[in-house]
């Protein structure tokens, strides 16, 4: 059984431009959450996915945005790039059925606002 | 928005030391989880707590669910070094294992 894997692990950008990370999530787990943690902070819920649609958001603006495609992994845009973006950005997996804390933390994107 | 007060910030522990650290919110949860974040990975679920007042022990880690339901505890007994890390305290309102309202993490360090 895989885990939940990230990529890319760092990634450097700059103010005003677009990024897109990606989430693999665990065998058999078909509802992807996204993170964000801050440094010296702990994770801030962005949003969920479940069956390729959007299941709850966090206080995150509209530039943040998803996707999950059919094998249930999943991507995080971010557009217009802000200096309080940098952050490491986690995606965990579960499953809508068993037990309900059966989450999996990917070990997250590293991202660099300049 | 819900906001969660974890405390103490961090810690310096002689191994074999006990240690405690606890978290209050502002809101009730209906559910309090308890994980450990090593430097490079994610939040890894140590304790599940699912009812006011439930005590829970993994190894030698022991959480509770306050009767308030606006606090829990987590009690570490007889540190060894591998307990170094951040834990997080989280609160759930629903039974939606994705959101969950995260505090700012206690470091623990453990001195061999």
């Known amino acids: 059984e895989t885990g939940v894997t990230q990529s890319p692990t760092h990634l450097i950008k700059t103010r005003g431009q677009q990024v897109t990370l990606r989430c693999s999530s665990q065998?058999?787990?078909?509802?992807v959450s996204w993170y964000q943690q801050a440094l010296g902070q702990g994770p801030q819920f962005i949003f969920q996915?479940?069956?390729?649609?959007?299941?709850g958001r966090g206080n995150f603006p509209p530039r943040f945005s998803g996707l999950q495609f059919p094998n249930y992994s999943s991507e995080l845009n971010v557009n217009a790039l802000e200096l309080d973006d940098s952050a490491l950005y986690l995606c965990?997996?579960?499953?809508?059925?068993?037990?309900?804390?059966?989450?999996?933390f990917g070990p997250g994107t590293r991202l660099t606002v300049l | 928005g819900q906001q969660l007060n974890q405390s103490p910030q961090s810690m310096f522990i002689q191994e074999g030391e006990d240690v405690s650290m606890n978290c209050t919110s502002s809101?009730?949860?209906?559910?309090w989880l308890w994980y450990k974040q090593d430097p490079g990975e994610g939040p890894v679920l140590l304790i599940a707590?699912?009812?006011?007042?439930e005590l829970t022990s993994n190894g030698r880690l022991t959480a509770q669910f306050g009767i308030t339901r606006k606090d829990s505890f987590l009690n570490i007994s007889a540190s060894i070094p591998s307990d170094v890390g951040i834990y997080f305290c989280?609160?759930?309102?629903?039974?939606?294992?994705?959101?969950?309202?995260f505090g700012d993490g206690t470091t623990l360090t453990v001195k061999p």
């Open positions: 965990a997996s579960s499953r809508t059925s068993g037990r309900p804390d059966t989450q999996y």
């Open positions: 065998s058999g787990h078909n509802t």
């Open positions: 996915y479940y069956r390729e649609e959007e299941n």
């Open positions: 809101s009730i949860f209906n559910t």
């Open positions: 707590l699912y009812k006011a007042g």
């Open positions: 989280a609160g759930r309102f629903n039974t939606n294992a994705g959101k969950s309202t």
